[in-house]
């Protein structure tokens, strides 16, 4: 066997193995890029309250006195401030036996307790990283494991595709597998280079799951945040000794901060270790603002006395790149149009998935009988159509369950589950042609009536009033919505004119 | 990401395209069968390409700048430029016409 030989036997059977899962890594992936404006969005009832934020210090302010005044005695608060992306406060802090989580009108201080218990999107996001609901050490486990099988799918695709360079702008339409095979190589060329580094920074987060010896030789086992911390900081900030329990008032800090950080970012959250102790310590964060790095601004100080205290970040190169390696892969550096393009770039790596599953298909056609090929064609239509049409339920799910339901969050999470695998049921009682111009149908009138439902449940949340108070975080997701649903709509069009087109032939 | 970036980008996807095997059948220029047209045409989308990426490092800074490029711009460029190969092809010449001006233009008011 020829070295390009190997290399292709290995690209088709190692893509065929990890594209499903890697189709839901991307696809989740893809989604969790706007998973702030989709939390937003699936709490209708806060609608009411979205108005434009005060600057970050007023909101900063308004949430350091809610908490000093509400939870005192808890082990750490941690504040992310609002934002345009994001109107509201968001509230954790955590004491001896409980977590807590709110969201807060930055304006008023009023603490919002009507909206609707989801995950919105911070499901997906979950999804992505750890196959949620698995138990979180399995998932993150299997989702690395995918990741390295479709690094070696990527580089093996690299030495398979003989004229990379020749026929970087070809693409012929409307025959067949020649067709495939050109969508297959030009949403995969050029957009290699993101592909690459998203699996290997991927890989390189949970590196401590795929080699573990090399932690738990130096830090013991589990000692993996005994790392972090290391690789953060050289001299992890301390609180002087002092006799002073109480916290600061908040002025004391607001005066010792710049307005703008020295990459021009405002200040973004800020986090309270051990309030109203002698231990107490305030770490205000700036955004990521032209940074690759998790390197942001920070300014630390003795929350009881309100001594600035010097932090020295670790600026080793092995540092850098660990903190790289996540600043990347989740793109905080993004802005909101950059990030609309990397999640696009998500969904065109679902397509290049979709045109290498559809062309291992094609190419074995004659086995078309044999149990393995239609079991790969069921896989297919239950992961490329299937998951779509499962996440448009979670999000119909999201208007129409009842806001003061019991337990709301698992009837969501039941309804996506069991919708995407009953989906399979359709390619069990019509053709499987048949089957997918349904499933694309009933996917894009799902969407429809997430958007429209609004009307006869929630008027004042429909998507109009959203857009006539300029509420663009909730607007853009159900804009977002409808675009989908017309694509798959236009997509049952095209799916007619190819095989109209085969029919012809 | 800076607007002027993917023009740049743009016009030496375009050129790229044009100098291809597919873009010399499909689009058949004359004039890119003078001496050296193809190779000149060439190295100035190395050049836009190059200039590209520089006013994207102006905007977003090193580090930002050089993951954006690769990223979100040479990716947009390129499936822009397929849109125009691919539907718009009785208008591609005239596209990469403007869209050279726009370039030259949006960056002289932008930049200067």
Redesign the interface.
Known sequence: MQFRQIQATLHSWLGIVVLWSVFLIFFTGSIAYFRTEINLWSKPENFLYLKAPPSSFESAQVAYDYLNTHAPDAKRWRVSLASPRMPFNTLEWQDQNHKYYKLQDPNTGLILTEGRESLGGDFFFKLHYSLYPLPDVVGRTLVVIVGVLFLIALITGIFTHKKII??????R?FKGQRTLLDLHN?TGV??L??YL?MAFTGIMIFFYLLVPAGINKHYGENGIKKFYSEIQYINPPKSAANSALELKEFSVFSRQLPQQAS?GAALEKFEVKNPNTAEALITFDYGYN????FNNPQFIFAANTGQNLNSERNLHPVAQISS?TYG?HLGY???Q??RG??AG?GL?GCIMLVAGALLWQKKRIKQQHTLSYNMVAYLNYFTFLGLPFATAMYFLANRILTASLEQRIQYELGIFFISWVGILFIPMLVKMQKAMVVALILTAVILWMTVFSPLVLAPQTFFFNTLRHQQWSVAGVDLVLMLIATGYIFACFYFKKIKMREVAK | MSLAAILWAMVAMMQLCMTSQSGMKKLGYPFLSFHYAQALLKIYSVICLALSLYLNCLDHGLSVGIITWIFLIITSAFFLQFLLYYHFKRWFFFAWIFLFFLSVLYSLTQYS
């Not at chain 1, 020749?166 to 693409?171: A, C, L, P, S, T």
Request: hydrophobic residues 65%.
């Open positions: 020749k026929d970087f702008f070809v693409f339409s030009i050029v957009t280079p993101f580094i990459n032209q940074l690759i790095t790289a990347i550096y993004a802005s149009w950059m393009i990397l770039l065109v």
